[in-house]
């Protein structure tokens, strides 16, 4: 993309946008749940994202139409009292459902778990579909990941150099994660996705802690954060742990 919505998007430098996890469960407690991660998340970060975690699959490249629908009265309720961007991630990579959300519940910004490279198990994005369903959704921004966890690439594999650079063509801004949820991005791999991106957006999405955030945010543009803030771990009975919270900010405000 020569253009990216990244930067209007985020006023402040180096934006950490934080994970709400919408677990299986009732629509009430669901909302709710969304609501006060909502609340104790606002005062410190830039943006929030919402995101059917483990539950609500359709096939392994879309989730139920019933997810959609429950996702967005959850994404649309936390739109209602957020004062900083809410986004939506649609799992399994359900751009569709994710881009129909967000104009309705009026979101700012998506996420793809891969916005190109081949998998096992799984479709890759059509380059040329998107963009066509893009053109109906041009003020939603796009986050888009490359060699993302859990995913299991063909061999042989697209080089992260090359998803990289194929990934910012689509998207507003290209994510790097480690293998799995928690588990911080290699420097290496930031570095080699830097070299490709240029000035293109470059955000983490994955295992930013106050230990590392000084190292990995003086090379990538922002983060998305959801382990770091949380007891236990991601699991439905996890907290935001407003002290962690804080923990984290406090390095990211350093380098800002």
């Known amino acids: ?19 709400i996890h919408v677990f299986e469960g009732e629509r009430r407690q669901q909302i709710d749940q969304a609501l006060e991660d909502l609340e104790r998340l606002q005062p410190y970060v830039d943006g929030v994202l919402t995101e059917n975690y483990g539950w609500g699959y359709a096939n392994a490249n879309q989730a139920a139409e019933k997810t959609g629908e429950r996702l967005y009265e959850i994404t649309a ?10 986004g939506v991630n ?7 459902q994710a881009f129909n959300i967000a104009l309705q519940a009026r979101c700012k910004f998506i996420q793809l778990d891969h916005a190109t490279g081949d998998f096992n198990y799984c479709d890759s994005v059509d380059p040329e579909e998107f963009r066509r369903t893009r053109k109906c959704y041009r003020e939603i921004a796009v986050f888009g990941g490359i060699h993302p966890k859990y995913y299991e690439l063909f061999e042989p594999t697209c080089s992260l150099t090359e998803c990289a650079k194929k990934a910012a063509a689509l998207a507003d801004g290209v994510v790097v994660t480690g293998q799995v949820t928690g588990n911080a991005a290699t420097l290496d791999d930031i570095r080699v996705a830097r070299e490709a991106l240029g000035v293109h957006p470059l955000i983490v999405g994955s295992g930013l802690t106050p230990q ?10 922002g983060a998305i954060v959801g382990t770091a803030f949380k007891d236990g771990g991601v699991r439905p009975d996890s907290r935001i742990n407003i002290q962690k919270v804080q923990a984290l900010m406090e390095g ?5």
């Open 90 to 96: 649609v799992l399994p990579n359900d751009y569709w």
């Open 212 to 221: 590392n955030v000084r190292e990995q945010l003086a090379i990538a543009d």
């Open 252 to 256: 990211v405000e350093k380098l800002r």
């Open 77 to 86: 309720a936390v739109v209602k009292h957020a004062t900083i961007p809410v």
């Open 1 to 19: 993309m020569t253009e990216t919505l990244f930067w209007p998007l985020f006023p402040k430098k180096k934006p950490i946008i934080a994970m």
